[in-house]
């Protein structure tokens, strides 16, 4: 997907009973551990179109069909924080398909959050339902991280221009006629 394309500042996974985060590794998701990819919001303000976190997956999916949630929350913090773990609301869910390959990446809508969110740092929680995944990582991955694409606002085609041209040429014809002695 064509866009500007943002890596994470920070990302790494928390199994149920650790007592911190994992880093230097793959990011796994599972029914125990949520994965957390930490984003900085450098002003992107209103100036795009759409926003999108795609995620690529690094170990091939059991052949059964897997859930993925997307919950989001804002941070002051630009690394990872223990006591960030149960944070964020849910932004989006998606089913995933078993014939999902090593390498493949999803986009998860997260448009309205990013928009919403003024804090210094974007935060995004991955949690499994079904078995485990293993996602690319900052340390370890199969071509990309977990990133942030934004696409840019969509320019007026020339038909719509074009429009806008001809009716201001239409007026200025209608006022000439207007001024001119009969």
Sequence with gaps: MPGLRHNPISDGDLCGGCESYVDQSYLWVSPTHNAFVKFSNVAFGQTFDRAWLSVNFYQPLPQQRQLLRVLGFDSVSGQLQFNERFEGAEIAVQGLPAS???GETVLFDVTDFVRETSAPFLVFRLQGGGGDLLLS????NHGLPAQLILTA?????GGPLMF?????LAGWLRRRA?????
């Design 100 to 102: 999902l390959a090593v």
């Design 137 to 140: 990582s900052l340390e370890v």
């Design 153 to 157: 606002v969509p320019e007026p085609t």
């Design 164 to 168: 806008a041209g001809l009716l201001s």
């Design 178 to 182: 207007a001024l001119t002695p009969r």
